[in-house]
């Protein structure tokens, strides 16, 4: 039932009356998470109940922290609003976060995301039914999501709103995503992840936080920020300019290809650690994944090149994971699948711009 209201939700256009007279917590969490989630919320809804609870907190607050980063325009009031939020988790009771002012939110989701910081106090009392330990690593998490953010803050302050080079985005990718998606490999693998399979979820959260980037280059332009150097020259611009149009083609492209050569990382990591053993844990893996290739087939065909097959909507996303609930064999095969098709992909865009750069080989990729 929450999968099927998440999918329904219209993300366009909140409710933000009903989010704000609900009253019960619980409902609270589930009717924001598909608001403030995306595609994560039906990874996380599938999940076994009180993995799936401790993963919606956790996600609701990584949401907050995104908020204060995308809102805030002022470096230091940012960092500051970032590290205040994350010192609630050392108090007991939590002391109320710091408010976003009205005339910062710029659309009706950012009002969602605002309404969410202000309401903190009913995921709070979620919170507080979690057991010590979720409780402790979700704390750990905020804390270091934060400073994360913090570092992304100074680093595009310092630079003139922009990241230098893929080094620094593959960075910034992991501090949005990356500590969220340890968390919550710890959650459903047990606490002790190996160092290669930490490495493979941080190469995997590089992945899925690309498909935002990706998709919001010309949002990101209007706030007067740039993951990439080569849009320096526009930001403040709406990313619709004449001369804007074929760099941001060549910087979605090339994230696209940054994406796509991580592939390998989701199937070793879902193998290494046995993630396959589960249903919930399998159709979540199932949906997180062909959720992303949705957005990159996208991608491919907005940068001029061809997409793969794959189905072509939410709903037929959802349809199409239905059989990892029932079989390993086939959830396995299906994540292969997707690999070669990422990286039968890249082989195809290097091709397409006359790259001399060798093809890709599975075996050899990230």
């Not at 990584?62 to 939020?85: H, S």
Request: proline residues 7%; charged residues 20%.
């Amino acid at each position: 039932m929450q999968l099927l209201r998440g999918l329904t939700v219209d993300r366009r256009r909140p409710d933000l009356q009903a989010l704000t007279l609900e009253s019960d917590p619980e409902r609270f969490v589930w009717r924001v998470l598909p608001h403030a989630a995306r595609s994560f919320a039906a990874s996380i809804v599938v999940l076994p109940e009180e993995q799936a609870r401790a993963a919606a907190v956790a996600y609701l607050y990584c949401r907050m922290l995104d908020t204060y980063e995308d809102l805030i325009p002022d470096p230091p009031a940012c960092v500051d609003g970032l590290r205040r939020f994350a010192e609630r988790f050392s108090s007991s009771p939590m002391k109320a976060p710091s408010p976003i002012p009205a005339p910062l939110a710029r659309d009706r989701r950012d009002l969602v995301y605002r309404l969410l910081i202000e309401r903190c106090q009913m995921v709070d009392s979620v919170f507080e039914t979690l057991d010590p330990t979720s409780q402790a690593q979700i704390g750990d998490l905020v804390r270091s999501m934060a400073e994360g953010m913090a570092w992304s803050t100074e680093v595009f302050s310092s630079q003139g709103g922009v990241l230098a080079d893929q080094e620094q985005l593959a960075l910034y990718c992991r501090n949005v995503i990356g500590y969220p998606a340890l968390f919550t490999l710890g959650q459903v693998a047990g606490p002790d992840i190996p160092g290669g399979a930490r490495e493979d979820a941080l190469l995997v959260s590089e992945m899925i936080q690309l498909a935002n980037v990706s998709r919001d280059i010309e949002r990101d332009l209007e706030r007067g920020v740039s993951y990439h150097p080569a849009l320096k020259p526009w930001l403040g611009t709406s990313g619709y300019e004449s001369g804007s149009r074929a760099v941001i083609r060549e910087v979605r492209e090339e994230y696209l290809a940054m994406a796509l050569g991580r592939a390998p990382a989701y199937r070793r990591l879902f193998e290494g650690l046995g993630l396959g053993g589960t249903a919930p844990v399998r159709i979540a893996a199932v949906l997180m994944l062909l959720f992303t290739d949705l957005h990159y087939r996208g991608c491919a065909l907005s940068t001029g090149h061809s997409a793969w097959p794959g189905p072509g909507g939410r709903l037929a996303v959802v349809a199409r994971s239905v059989p990892a609930l029932l079989s390993a064999s086939w959830t396995a095969h299906t994540i292969r699948r997707v690999e070669r098709e990422f990286l039968d992909a890249l082989n195809s865009m290097r091709l397409d711009v006359g790259s001399s750069s060798a093809a890709v080989d599975p075996a050899t990729a990230l």
